[in-house]
């Protein structure tokens, strides 16, 4: 602490990291920023190349009129490509340790899609609706698309605490290398958003026919989180390692819209536009470990691992209502106990100063 004397007798151990989780640790006399050496702002753009988990509900999406029992197409089907997206953060320690950061985060381009053929027009959507006149039956082709956008962005008070670099007597050996730079644990408290949008649609194209009847899906889901955290760091002349973990419980707003077209009757549908929407609670969850080349004393070259989920969103294939029904209530539903995982790497870049 800034103006302490002595040893602080419990002080936590430095750099232990599992996964994309790096605790850091005070050391005995460790001080905040009062050290002309320690840098005070920090900006960080980092690319992010995002797999993500199909977490929607396992069930039949299409089958075949002679075999309905068995599913053609089912959402686990649906499994998306690597979405791109990009981080941003930055943050100011303050004169005293006691700062702020502000930071983005999105992905795009989540994409998937499934195809199946019946040379015979035998292809139908799963449940009661195929067996219906509903127009999403007796196809020859089909296809299941789902797209998804996540954007996420953060506010937090951070207490930044420095180890006070390389010490010749410290009783901490890697504080004792020549190239070591200094450590330091930031804790974070503070809030975060995150939207995502999911949008799904089924198309059966009737043999001969250059139009698909079509079954579409739009959900959305906001969460509204407030959120602790700890991010800890390791430097020497060039290198350093970085890991952090935060973790928010939200209260949660979600939504499903839906509609049908039949091109035998455009403008009467089987079923009509139907739509809901619910409060709920979820999580959110985020995990980086990151290694960073340092160029000199401001810009460094990032390059990480990601974990990021959440829980309590609405996704869209599970909105699909393959009940018969025709009255308002049919399509109405709103499932809202999904989750989204994401993982995959950053590169990016880092300046402090």
Not at 261 to 277: C, V
């Amino acid at each position: 602490m800034v103006g302490r004397r002595g040893r602080i007798e419990t002080g936590l151990i430095a750099a232990v990291c599992f996964g994309a989780i790096c605790f850091g640790a005070t050391s005995a006399s460790a001080r905040f920023l009062d050290d002309p050496g320690e840098e005070r702002r920090y900006a960080v753009f980092d690319a992010l190349f995002l797999q993500r988990d199909n977490a929607s509900s396992d069930r039949p999406i299409l089958v075949e009129s002679t075999a309905p029992a068995a599913a053609v197409l089912s959402t686990q089907n649906l499994q998306n490509s690597i979405g791109t997206g990009v981080r941003l953060l930055y943050g100011d320690y303050g004169p005293d340790g006691l700062g702020w950061e502000a930071g983005y985060m999105g992905v795009y381009g989540m994409f998937a899609n499934a195809t199946a053929a019946s040379p015979a027009g035998l292809l139908q959507v799963a449940g009661d609706l195929g067996l219906v006149t509903s127009g999403l039956n007796d196809a020859a082709t089909a296809r299941a698309t789902y797209a998804s956008t996540l954007n996420a962005a953060e506010v937090n008070l951070v207490r930044h605490v420095y180890d006070g670099g390389f010490r010749r007597n410290s009783g901490r050996p890697w504080q004792r290398c020549e190239g070591y730079d200094g450590g330091h644990v930031d804790w974070l408290a503070g809030f975060r958003w995150a939207g995502l949008e999911d949008a799904a649609q089924l198309s059966l194209t009737p043999d001969g026919s250059p139009v698909a009847n079509t079954y579409s899906v739009h959900a959305s889901s906001n969460l509204f989180a407030p959120q602790v955290g700890v991010r800890a760091r390791m430097a020497f002349q060039r290198w350093a390692l970085e890991g952090s973990t935060k973790l928010g419980i939200a209260g949660t707003v979600t939504s499903q819209s839906q509609t049908m077209f039949d091109q035998l009757a455009p403008d009467d549908p089987y079923r009509g536009p139907r739509s809901a929407q619910r409060g709920g609670m979820g999580m959110i969850a985020d995990m980086n470990l990151s290694a960073i080349y340092r160029f000199n004393e401001t810009w460094g070259l990032r390059a990480g691992y990601n974990l990021f989920w959440l829980t309590g969103v609405a996704l869209a294939p599970d909105q699909w209502d393959f009940s018969a029904g025709q009255s308002d209530a049919d399509g109405s539903g709103l499932n809202h106990t999904g989750s989204l995982f994401l993982n995959g790497a950053n590169l990016g870049l880092e300046a402090r100063w």
